[in-house]
């Protein structure tokens, strides 16, 4: 029998004659939260002592090894004993240490690797320092570490893009002493035997110095200083890795120093809120449960959409009939997508013998009827209800009982469609975003009959194609577009009101958007919004201040933005320059409304903007088209580029406060008091002093 010992419920010590194995068992992904540390620290002191342990095997127990610092202890006071003080308590034990590492070794995980004295990767493993993504720096010695064994390079590469790293690479870069194929523990007794005899070398990382390479940390912190000055950690993890010239004590005080910094800010915050909100989406009744099978999917319609959702269904190795009416469309849908699959061969995303598979799964088909086997049919044509009906009504008599009738449709009434079957049971919404083999969102629209089984398939395609699938119920634009309807409108009135086009667009920039609100609808097309605008002309409350002149303006002069070459912007070679002739029709739609024209700050413009995107998201919340506000949180960044590092809409309220956003509102309602009201659960949460992530408990 083997001769274990617990040191405590998470970290237990195996003897094998001169070997000693400590295991570290912390499912889901042993993550080093307290228990661990001060476990790891306890069976180490008690090796260190004991003569007959001549080397010491660190491996982890179940799907993987560490995969870093419990995150959930963030933001929380930290309990001794730090990380950073058990690694160099390993790193100093004279006694050799080694680490049996497999699945993934991230941040804290890899930095335990990285302070042993030798490394074993088991095949398959991924290693990195993901930090950056929660708003950190890797704060248990990997900014010191990874550029004595790997360079300044390498450190700064791994920690500013926080990628995971194969383990061939890690070999190569010398991150890794040995590759093997194996089960942990079984490699562990192997390395430690070859560890006594000789075979494995151990060495101690922080005694090795840092190759110097001066010009990789200044040209790296010169970019940055363009290209990431809105973000805190980056800038962090520059100086920590410099600091790797100095003598350990010395450079891990900086380390450290940073790592605290980084965890004050709201950037931390924000990251982590996606962090969890992307697992906690799915992480609902709705989402579990039986599921209906998947293997076959029909696409309807070969355009930008369906194409890009084929696309997405081929890429996960699904099988994709594609519809199209007419055989020219046919073949553009399939060019389409044969573009989309080379697209992410040149981007890394997959190899050429996988898009050769994923081409070959693909059967372009003319006419409906070819759908009769197929589980889940997507249907992608365009946004028009009576084409809709038609086509499910048909759908209806020709796909097999059982299965999934699926409309992409982004505004229109799920309910409305499925009434056209007699099987609303089988039908729910799943709306993707452009282009949509690269967007992760999907949302999982549920209609009024939809069955849970055909709502649980849902979650676990988004699953399957690794997407963040987000629920969500019928009404004009579900929560993003919805949410989109209400505060596009701010831009059109800041616009109308005295702000230029590009200068809304450069306050929402630098506030963390990706690209400004103009910018986006040169890029989508104006001739969207304005089909829209057309489409609502007949139900828009007179009440309502009409926000699309501008707009309609432009698109009667044939501009559509982007692809006609000009919109709100001129489209030519280098950086768009905004267009001219916008500021005239600006000025002549100020002149007809008979607006004097007011300044605003960049402030004034996030804030309104951001207030306008706050109430609505209440309101989607409050009715319940969104489960919690962390549903839409999750919506605006995988779905709408909303800064990651701002959480999402509703984490970002918090950080101002319900009280004061109604304070604004009721001041923005002296000018517009149909526009800006307060939903009254933000009056209530001001009153009460709650906040929005109270709801997502
Ligand atoms: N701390 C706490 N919980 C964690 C965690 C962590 N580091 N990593 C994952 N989890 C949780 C997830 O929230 C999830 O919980 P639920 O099941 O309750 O939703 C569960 O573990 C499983 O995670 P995934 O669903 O993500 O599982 P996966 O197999 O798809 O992916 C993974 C596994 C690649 C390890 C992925 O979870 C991941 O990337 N984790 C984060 C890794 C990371 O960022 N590490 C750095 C931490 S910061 C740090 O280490 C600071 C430092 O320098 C000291």
């Not at 409906?368 to 589980?375: M, N």
């Not at 709408?640 to 990651?644: A, L, Q, V």
């Given at each position: 029998m083997a001769d274990v010992t617990k040191v405590n419920d998470l970290i237990s010590i195996e003897r094998s004659g001169d070997i000693a194995l400590i295991c570290i068992d912390n499912p889901p992904v042993n993550a080093t939260g307290q228990v661990v540390r001060q476990g790891l620290l306890d069976a180490v002191e008690q090796l260190k002592a004991d003569d007959t342990a001549k080397v010491i095997a660190i491996y982890a127990a179940g799907r993987t090894f560490v995969a870093g610092a419990d995150i959930r202890e963030f933001g929380k006071p930290s309990q001794p004993p730090s990380l950073p003080d058990v690694y160099n308590i390993i790193e100093d034990c004279q006694t050799p240490i080694i680490a049996i590492m497999h699945g993934t070794a991230l941040g804290g995980g890899l930095e335990l690797g990285l302070a042993t004295h030798a490394r074993i990767g088991i095949e398959g493993l991924r290693v990195g320092l993901p930090e950056v993504n929660l708003g950190l720096l890797p704060g248990a010695g990997g900014t010191q570490r990874v550029p004595r064994l790997a360079g300044i390079p390498m450190a700064l590469d791994m920690s500013l893009s926080g990628r995971m790293v194969s383990a061939k690479e890690a070999l190569d870069k010398g991150l890794l002493d040995r590759l093997v194929a194996g089960e942990p523990r079984d490699v562990a007794l192997v390395a430690a035997q070859d560890v006594l005899d000789g075979k494995l070398t151990t060495r101690h990382t922080c005694d090795l110095d840092t190759p110097r390479d001066d010009k990789a940390l200044d040209d790296t912190a010169a970019m940055l200083k363009v290209k990431q000055a809105h973000l805190f950690a980056p800038h962090k993890i520059v100086e920590a890795v410099r600091a790797s010239y100095l003598p350990r004590t010395e450079g891990l005080k900086i380390e450290r120093q940073g790592f605290l910094d980084c965890m004050q800010t709201p950037q931390r915050s924000g990251l982590i809120h996606a962090f969890f909100g992307e697992r906690a989406v799915s992480n609902i009744p709705e989402a579990k449960g039986d599921t209906r099978p998947l293997a076959k999917i029909g696409v309807i319609g070969g355009g930008t959409m369906g194409s890009g959702i084929a696309t997405s269904c081929l890429m996960a190795g699904l099988s994709v009939r594609l519809i199209e009416v007419a055989q020219d469309g046919l073949d553009r849908g399939v060019a389409t997508i044969t573009k989309n699959l080379e697209g992410a061969v040149s981007r890394g995303k997959m190899s050429a013998a996988k898009k050769d598979a994923a081409l070959a799964n693909l059967s372009p088909s003319l006419g409906?009827?070819?759908?009769?086997?197929?589980?889940l049919v997507i249907e992608a044509v365009f946004e028009n209800m009576d084409v809709k009906k038609d086509i499910f009504g048909k759908l209806n008599t020709i796909c097999k009982p059982g299965a999934i009738l699926a409309s992409n449709t982004s505004y229109l009434d799920v309910n409305e469609i499925a009434?056209?079957?007699?099987?609303?049971?089988?039908v729910l919404g799943l709306h993707f975003f452009s282009p949509a083999h690269v967007m992760r969102l999907l949302e999982i629209v549920q209609g009024a009959k939809t069955a849970p089984d055909v709502l649980a398939t849902g979650f676990a395609l988004a699953k399957t194609l690794k997407k963040v699938g987000v629920l969500a119920q019928v009404?004009?634009?579900?929560i993003g577009n919805r949410i989109l309807s209400h505060y596009a409108k701010t831009a059109a009135y800041l616009v109308l009101d005295g702000a230029s086009p590009q200068h809304v667009d450069n306050a929402l920039e630098g506030f963390?958007?990706?690209?400004?609100p103009h910018k986006v609808s040169d890029l989508a097309g104006m001739d969207i919004g304005w089909a829209n605008r057309k489409r609502l002309a007949a139900t828009r409350d007179p009440a309502e201040r009409y926000g699309g002149d501008v707009a309609d303006r432009i698109c009667e002069q044939g501009w559509y933005g982007r692809k006609t070459g000009q919109g709100y912007y001129i489209y030519g070679q280098g950086a768009p320059v905004p267009n001219p002739e916008v500021a005239t029709i600006i000025d002549g739609v100020r002149a007809d409304k008979g607006i004097t024209p007011q300044d605003f700050t960049d402030q004034d413009i996030v804030d309104r903007y951001m207030t306008a995107m706050i109430a609505e998201a209440t309101r989607v919340v409050e009715d319940g088209t969104a489960k919690r506000p962390l549903d839409v949180d999750m919506v605006f960044v995988f779905g709408?580029?909303?800064?990651?590092h701002r959480g999402g809409p509703l984490h970002y309220a918090d950080t101002i406060g319900a009280a004061e956003l109604v304070r604004r509102i009721k001041e923005y309602a002296k000018e517009d008091a149909h526009y800006w009201q307060v939903p009254a659960l933000l009056e209530k949460m001001a009153a009460e002093g709650t906040k929005f992530a109270d709801l997502n408990k």
């Open positions: 409906l009827d070819d759908l009769a086997d197929v589980d009434a056209c079957t007699d099987r609303p049971q089988d009404c004009d634009g579900f963390g958007f990706a690209m400004g709408y580029g909303f800064p990651r």
